[in-house]
């Protein structure tokens, strides 16, 4: 069918002019190549993307600036550049770059653009239409606009870690999913701002804070307060409506299988599934809210059930009998999953330093194929000066060379 | 007719003003659960014309707490108020052969269609992708499901728990022990990320259309959008055989620690972060000691180190230790609660709450979206709907129904 062959996302006659380094910037600058924009990162040997030599879990790692998970998970289907930007000469290029860019992006601290030459205003002078999307840990406003922080600290101050964790435990701080969902906010802003100035040939200043970003995921708790005064605290797996609704251990070694009754229904089933149809009757448990009373019981019986059986028995009889149902998944075993393999998430793509490496799937599927494959490997650090200073600018390789020599592009 | 916008001009005038980057773009919005409203609040955020359409019962945010005055009541939820504050709103009985008949009418007119329902109640409806564009080619059909449009278990029901177990999150939420279960994200945070997910790839298609012409249908699996937010951690054991767990902890200095009067996040690794906490903590002697040299060092003894750094955080308070730390350029930050986050200054001095207007609540204070734009500021156009609110309108303004033929609806609960 010519349908499947038909492009959905076609952003080719986007550019993007890539400043963000670390996790969050650039999540969201990929998947804005992963439509097919030409996202260019600017780099330098000067300044390293941590990405490229550590991480925050990890530690320091080994090996080359080119090897390291963190960077070549987040920065597919780009291109690099190295340009040293304490160098004016550096700075001159990177102008003419921006004559010919729709959009910068940067996650830089509030005020280092501005340093630099590149803040709005001069981006301006240089291209009248230019969208400018800065993302930093407290917005580029008010008095803790120079706080910085990574993506735990963004969890701890938004309100989203408190709100995590067992009720008797301290709170839960989160990291990676934290960064990738701030660069989720960065693409959503790049997009309405691209849609914007496609309608009205204008640009514009865009500024995130980071913890807002995080902060309007937990958006009901914050009106809790602001309504009733009232303080929301972490409950586990617990729900305010839900019941049961926990994570329950099976047979093997940590196996659990959650399970989320929402409607009057789906407890029926459940219980019949379960092959307890009495307690459907039973005083404990009949109506939601005599359920939510004796949820403690509640939970203790359904684990008496699920440790007699597999995580994916579990799933299997839960799931036919209409229950919502499903294993915990770690990162060991998602890879065997039989519906993550039918869906063909873990994908295998080339890489010229490492040879065969597994890629994740962007987080769409379309009406076609091509937009579920991943095109290209992260770039080498500097792999495309050539195209971009020769081609894209119509440098001569003298003056490439040259420069590349006197570490301007570096 | 191929123009990205060609809706916006009628009657050879441009009808909608540009103050926002979806003015006048019209969405439809329809099925259960909370991805697909928090997506389509998103676009509403951007100033699109966006049609939230409820099942006769209502919309289960309506069920949900936090209520005006602690009552429930299906109109003073306050999450329903924060996730539809700008939408229109209609009800719609799509079981019903008329209802279906009203929904193709309004799929006709919408540029985007953002749905959640399980991919087998649709079809069964008589309302899946394939029936849809037959009316509406340039439809961006924007479907949100636990696990997607194909595979073996794309009909399987799940709510945010379980996506969150089944996508290697709650495998990646550090309580430090294996002995209890694996927790959950919090409150609705991974609907609505999986709604922001959503969003983005139904701009990103806006964005195109004006090239490939033609409208998409977009399958938005919850497990894949999580999965790609931890597309670091999760790929870490298919690329390195590194195996991520709940009990194990980071290796460097720094983490959860426990003040005096609550917990701060610190982060201490690089030299110039390091060397700050030691000012902050007016240069210990023990600071010196071999361990503690370099970066390396410190993470391979991050566990003794911590000790000392968390017996002296424990004498301190937490909003001291952050601005002083923020001072010296050690990244602190306290673990706020929702009350410290809207008290906070900083949310203050940046207008991140705003005030909307409610007819049954009165006024309330939610959070704007996180993005300040220089040039298309957020803005307030009207309250969440009360149920059916925007009935008339909707249905006689967009679609030219009659009052009478509504009025038929009605008593036919249809409508």
């Known amino acids: 069918m010519d349908q499947m062959d038909q492009k959905v996302f076609d952003l080719s006659d986007i550019r993007v002019l890539d400043f963000t380094w670390a996790w969050a910037g650039p999540y969201g600058t990929m998947l804005l190549a992963f439509m097919g924009a030409e996202v260019l990162k600017v780099e330098s040997m000067a300044r390293l993307d941590h990405s490229r030599v550590r991480s925050l879990i990890a530690g320091p790692t080994y090996g080359g600036v080119n090897q390291t998970g963190p960077f070549n998970e987040l920065n597919l289907c780009k291109k690099s550049i190295t340009v040293k930007l304490s160098d004016p000469r550096g700075i001159e290029v990177i102008k003419r770059l921006v004559k010919i860019s729709d959009l910068v992006t940067n996650n830089f601290r509030p005020g280092v653009m501005e340093k630099l030459g590149l803040g709005y205003e001069e981006l301006r002078k240089i291209k009248p239409d230019i969208i400018l999307v800065s993302s930093s840990t407290c917005g580029s406003t008010g008095p803790e606009k120079d706080y910085s922080g990574y993506a735990p600290s963004f969890s701890s101050i938004s309100g989203l870690a408190h709100l995590m964790g067992f009720s008797d435990g301290p709170p839960t701080l989160v990291g990676g999913r934290v960064d990738t969902s701030v660069g989720t906010t960065m693409a959503l802003a790049s997009l309405a701002a691209l849609i914007h100035k496609k309608r009205t040939g204008k640009g514009q200043y865009v500024d995130i804070s980071s913890r807002e970003a995080m902060s309007c995921l937990i958006g009901d708790a914050l009106v809790a307060y602001t309504l009733n005064r009232d303080v929301y605290r972490r409950e586990g797996n617990r729900d305010e ?61 359904i684990a008496g059930w699920t440790s007699g059986r597999t995580d994916y028995e579990a799933m299997e009889i839960l799931q036919k009998a209409g229950v919502p149902a499903t294993p915990m998944l770690d990162n060991e075993h998602l890879p065997e999953d039989p519906h993550v393999q039918a869906r063909q998430m873990f994908l295998k793509i080339s890489h010229p330093e490492l040879k065969e490496r597994i890629a994740l799937a962007p987080p769409w599927k379309t009406d076609s194929p091509g937009d579920a494959q991943i095109k290209r490997h992260a770039p080498l650090l500097g792999e495309h000066n050539d195209y971009v200073y020769g081609k894209l600018l119509g440098m001569s390789r003298e003056e490439i060379e040259k420069l590349t020599r006197e570490q301007v592009f570096y | 007719m191929k123009g990205l916008f060609a809706k916006s001009v009628a009657n050879g005038k441009v009808v909608v003003n540009m103050d926002s980057p979806l003015s006048g773009v019209p969405v439809l919005e329809f099925g259960p659960g909370f991805s697909g409203a928090y997506c389509a609040k998103l676009l509403s955020d951007f100033g699109a014309e966006v049609i939230k359409i409820e099942s006769p019962e209502g919309d289960p945010a309506r069920g949900r707490g936090p209520f005006a005055g602690n009552k429930p009541h299906p109109e003073k939820s306050g999450l329903f108020v924060y996730l539809n504050t700008n939408k229109y709103g209609v009800t719609l009985d799509c079981k019903k052969s008329e209802g279906k008949k009203i929904f193709k009418n309004l799929v006709q007119k919408a540029y985007i269609l953002v749905e959640t329902f399980p991919p087998s109640e649709l079809s ?292």
Request: aromatic share 8%; charged share 30%.
């Open chain 2, 124 to 415: 069964a409806l008589g309302l899946s992708h394939n029936v849809l564009r037959e009316i509406n080619p340039r439809l961006i059909m924007v479907s949100i499901t636990p696990f997607g449009q194909t595979g073996p278990y794309r009909d399987y029901r799940a709510r945010a728990l379980n996506i969150c177990q089944a996508s290697g999150e709650s495998s990646l939420m550090q309580t430090g022990t294996l002995e209890r279960e694996p927790i959950k994200d919090a409150r609705l945070a991974d609907d609505f990320d999986c709604g922001q997910t959503a969003a983005v790839a139904a701009l990103g298609v806006l964005l195109s259309r004006e090239k490939t012409g033609g409208g998409a249908h977009l399958d938005i699996s919850m497990q894949e959008v999580l999965m790609s937010l931890g597309r670091v951690d999760i790929l870490r054991y298919a690329n390195e055989q590194g195996l991520m767990r709940r009990d194990l902890r980071g290796v460097v200095v720094g983490g959860l620690m426990e003040c005096s009067d609550g917990y701060i996040n610190l982060v201490a690794i690089q030299e110039n972060q390091w060397s700050g906490l030691l000012k902050l903590m007016d240069n210990p002697e023990w600071g010196r000691d071999e361990i503690c040299q370099d970066e390396m060092s410190r993470a391979w003894n991050a566990d003794e180190i911590n000790e000392k750094v968390q017996a002296w955080m424990i004498k301190h308070k937490k909003e001291e230790v952050y601005h002083r730390g923020q001072a010296l350029d050690v990244p602190i930050t306290p673990v706020y609660d929702p009350e410290d986050v809207v008290n906070s200054r900083q949310t203050a001095a940046r207008d991140f709450l705003v005030e909307v207007r409610h007819p049954e609540i009165g006024k309330v204070k939610m959070p704007q979206p996180s993005y300040r734009f220089s040039e298309t500021p957020w803005r307030f156009a009207r309250p969440a709907p009360r149920l059916g609110e925007h009935n008339q309108f909707i249905y006689r303004e967009r679609l030219g129904l009659s009052r009478e033929e509504i009025d038929g609806l009605k008593e036919r609960k249809v409508i």
């Open chain 1, 241 to 301: 409506i839900f019941v049961p609704h926990n994570a329950y251990r099976c047979q093997g070694y940590d196996n659990w299988i959650s399970i989320a009754v929402g409607t009057e229904e789906e407890w029926q089933y459940f219980c019949r599934a379960l092959g307890h149809p009495e307690w459907i009757r039973d005083e404990r448990f009949l109506s939601r809210e005599s359920r939510k009373k004796n949820e403690d019981e509640l939970d203790r019986l």
